[in-house]
């Protein structure tokens, strides 16, 4: 899905939810770090059937999910609607 320095897809709005945010800091990273693995079609710790309803969701449209883990271990999970035009990173406690 890496196509030159371009996204694979339109994030629209990005978001991010105080948590993630305070454990992002915590961490020592920015969200920009995972957006890039997203948007170049790396899905972090997902299993095959999630990767392949990504890779559908970019063809059909579709809700499109990612899962990282921070320096320190912190689950953080990257969605964007099914319209593609709000992308959110959060906690997965917060969903």
Known sequence: ???DSHYCFDFGKLWVTKAARDALKQ????PEHFIRRYGHGDWGDLGPDDWFRNIHALED????????????GTKIWIITDAEQHDTTILLPEEY
Do not use: N
């Open 1 to 3: 899905c890496i196509r």
């Open 61 to 72: 449209g579709g809700r499109v999910f990612a899962a990282y883990r921070t320096s320190l």
């Open 27 to 30: 961490a020592g990273q920015e």
